[in-house]
């Protein structure tokens, strides 16, 4: 048997890949690298 889901663990770690995504578009010198962040992104989910 797998344990049950934690969500708070879940939403934590959502956040923290949040916060390292905004800190790669705060970087981001072209709406291009946007671009490309947001796929991997998209590609991921």
Known sequence: MTAPLDFTDIR??????????????ERADSEEFV?????????TI
């Open 35 to 43: 671009g490309e962040v947001l796929n991997a992104l998209q590609d």
């Open 12 to 25: 934590a770690r959502l956040n923290g890949a949040l916060q390292e995504i905004s800190w790669l578009l």
